[in-house]
């Protein structure tokens, strides 16, 4: 009672207020705990209801959700669940876009009666983000079985979502590895394992279906749709550590960069990004294609299955390289440095390029290639614009970090919105997180993929990771796409060996899925 303010005034917003009882309240000077926390954010103008629950004891429970223009939303009942008209919800959202959005929480109790909470406020983009979401979801994985794993399509305007492959049957199991050129849903490579088959990659292009004979690694598409760039891992199994928050560890026992031609079938390492006495991972292609960034990292060990891990596995750190490309030419140009670990102090891995061309996004963390694992990954965003000026790559933490992990990280199509795997919620399981991305790169917080049931998250066991922005949904059936992946016909390739792959370096076979 100290923390409130008696107000003797009638409630003049809405004559429905009054019709509760809500005639008199005492203001508190704090917006009230809600969950998920949807507040002092940027909000897409073209998302599914923030719908949420009011962590505050009461009886009842009245919510006014307004702005600028148009008719106040408001919910009333004894449950604190905040579900939102998704109809009305559009509605107000697009009258005010670039305007803020408060929500106004009353609660009744039955010491205080009604108690008015201050207005949380939030602010509406000008900008959409994609339509829909492509992610996986799996239980989290701490031995070599796996359990369900599905790729899902979620429509971002509302709560619809869509299986598009699993594991479930006994043919495929495991589904992982998916990209997509260009956020374009007809578009995209798939990884698969088959029982008693090599992996295999689906291959989508122009929404025709086909499956190479061969597992593309962490995978990144040319602009121009005309080549698929994929690292090859030698991963050995996972393994576990007695003490810390995430016991799971792996590593990169040797890695490489090799592209795909889509029209000739043809695979290739060019010795400009895959050298013998280096490892080369997390392709990832400029908005205009004429750069690939990727990460690298001296080979400082002859990796045997008796010594396991290596020793210095956890001193180990990538740097951030590029290559330059003519893809009219098909010629490569030497990698130059973009970031260097020693000069961050950190491992870097997972870069992300804005189609717009000005901004790359990475993680960087204490050491290794894997940054979901470490709970001191964290995203840091790259200013490529100014670069081109100064030569100069400037780089800063993200302002959407948490004290957990952040991780697998993705642009929208007009470059203003990111979605990215954080463990920020509760530190074990993945979520997906949307945050804006303003033309100054400034994060702002993010917003967790918005749930019919606000409850969801609490009672959810299986991780969110991987999302992709697409700008419409997949047309190719779910149907489609197993059929193919279990037929025997598929695009017979050739990894070709190089100088990228020294014979010292024997990797064991590892069943475990470094995607959660």
């Given at each position: 009672m100290l923390f409130l303010i008696l107000s003797a005034g009638v409630l003049a917003f809405n004559i429905r207020g009054r019709a509760f009882g809500i005639d008199k309240f005492q203001a508190m000077d704090r917006p009230a705990k809600i969950y998920p926390d949807y507040s002092s954010t940027v909000v897409p103008p073209n998302i599914a209801p923030l719908n949420f629950m009011v962590q505050e004891m009461g009886s009842y429970y009245f919510a006014k959700i307004y702005s600028d223009k148009g008719t106040p939303i408001e919910i009333s009942g004894r449950s604190p669940k905040i579900l939102i008209p998704i109809n009305r919800w559009h509605d107000l959202l697009d009258k005010n876009r670039g305007c803020e959005l408060r929500f106004d929480i009353f609660v009744k109790t039955d010491g205080a009666g009604w108690i008015k909470f201050a207005a949380i406020t939030n602010k509406i983009a000008n900008e959409?983000?994609?339509?829909?979401?492509?992610?996986?979801?799996?239980h989290p994985t701490h031995t070599h079985t796996l359990g369900r794993i599905g790729l899902f399509q979620r429509n971002l305007n509302n709560f619809d979502e869509k299986l598009i492959l699993d594991n479930r049957g006994n043919v495929i199991t495991c589904v992982n590895?998916?990209?997509?050129?260009?956020?374009?849903?007809?578009r995209a490579t798939i990884g698969v394992r088959c029982d008693k088959l090599e992996p295999r990659t689906l291959l989508i292009n122009d929404a025709v279906v086909s499956k190479v004979d061969a597992k593309f690694g962490y995978t990144s598409w040319h602009p121009s749709g005309k080549l698929v760039t994929f690292s090859i891992d030698f991963l050995p199994p996972m393994f576990l550590h007695t003490v810390r928050d995430e016991v799971r560890d792996t590593f990169d026992a040797n890695s490489a960069i090799a592209c795909f031609t889509v029209d000739s079938k043809i695979v290739k390492a060019p010795q400009e990004i895959s050298k013998k006495e280096r490892m080369e991972t997390w392709p990832a292609w400029s908005g205009d294609g004429r750069y690939l960034y990727f990460c690298t990292t001296p080979i400082t060990w002859t990796y045997q299955e008796k010594k396991f891990p290596p020793e210095g596995y956890d001193k180990l750190k990538y740097d951030l390289v590029r290559a330059s490309y003519d893809i009219e030419k098909d010629k490569w140009g030497e990698s130059e440095p973009v970031l260097s670990s020693k000069d961050t102090g950190l491992s870097i891995s997972m870069p992300k390029v804005s189609p717009d061309n000005h901004w790359?996004?990475?993680?960087m963390h204490q050491y290794g290639y894997?940054?979901?694992w470490q709970q001191s990954s964290d995203l840091y965003i790259v200013e490529l614009k100014s670069a081109e000026k100064t030569g100069r790559f400037e780089y800063r933490r993200l302002e959407c970090n948490t004290d957990q992990s952040e991780s697998w990280h993705t642009w929208s199509s007009n470059s203003r919105w990111i979605v990215f795997s954080s463990k920020g919620?509760?530190?074990?399981?993945?979520?997906?997180?949307?945050?804006y991305i303003d033309e100054n790169g400034k994060a702002y917080k993010s917003?967790?993929?918005?749930?019919?049931?606000?409850?969801?998250?609490?009672?959810?066991?299986?991780?969110?990771?991987?999302?992709?922005?697409?700008?419409?949904?997949?047309?190719?059936t779910g149907e489609r796409l197993a059929k193919i992946a279990r037929g025997s016909a598929g695009i017979s390739i050739k990894i070709p060996i190089t100088g990228a792959t020294p014979k010292t370096v024997v990797a064991p076979k590892s069943d475990h899925d470094t995607h959660e």
């Open positions: 959409n983000v994609d339509d829909y979401l492509v992610y996986r979801r799996l590895c998916h990209a997509f050129g260009s956020n374009q849903p007809d790359l996004v990475c993680c894997f940054s979901t919620m509760n530190g074990a399981f993945t979520r997906s997180c949307i945050s917003i967790v993929l918005p749930q019919k049931d606000p409850e969801f998250y609490n009672y959810c066991l299986e991780t969110f990771n991987v999302p992709e922005f697409i700008t419409g949904p997949i047309t190719v």
